[in-house]
Structures are given as C-alpha cells and as structure tokens.
C-alpha cells in the first residue's frame, strides 16, 4: 500500500516473512514474531492455514517500527 511504502521513505524496513513458516520477520530484541497487525507487516494467520491483510483502518505503527522513524527513542 501506499503507508506501507511511505513508511520505507521514512526509515522502517519491512516486517513480513517471505514464506510459509511466518507471518512476520523475528524481533531480534524480544525473539518473537513482529506483530502481524504492524503496516510493515500487515500479514495475520487466518483459520485457514493462510495468512489475510487488512485494512489500513486496521493496522498499527508497533514500537520497533516507531523507533525506526524515529517517533520513539532507539533502544540501547
């Protein structure tokens, strides 16, 4: 979407997985999956077995995107 390529201008990398194992990419901070709901994401498990985006109305700036465009402090 338009956000989401937005967003790389502004420094945030891309938070999906490309393949079936994952939605999103691994947080190297926490070790879990980035959220799914996070615009760089955007990728959800569905009941299916597959994953559904949604909305932008839906979507969320999550804190390791925020700290990428510098809305909130980097962590040390």
């Known amino acids: 979407s338009f956000i989401h390529e937005l967003m790389h201008k502004l420094g945030a990398s891309d938070k999906y997985y490309d393949g079936p194992e994952h939605a999103c ?11 799914g709901y996070d615009i760089m994401c955007h990728r ?8 559904s ?20 402090p980097i962590k040390y």
């Not at 990419?25 to 959220?35: A, F, R, V």
């Not at 109305?57 to 995107?65: E, N």
């Open 25 to 35: 990419k691994i947080d190297p901070e926490t070790g879990e999956e980035y959220s």
């Open 53 to 72: 985006t949604h909305a932008l109305t839906d979507l969320i700036i999550s804190g390791p995107t925020a700290r990428e465009i510098g809305w909130l």
């Open 44 to 51: 959800v498990p569905d009941p299916f077995g597959g994953y």
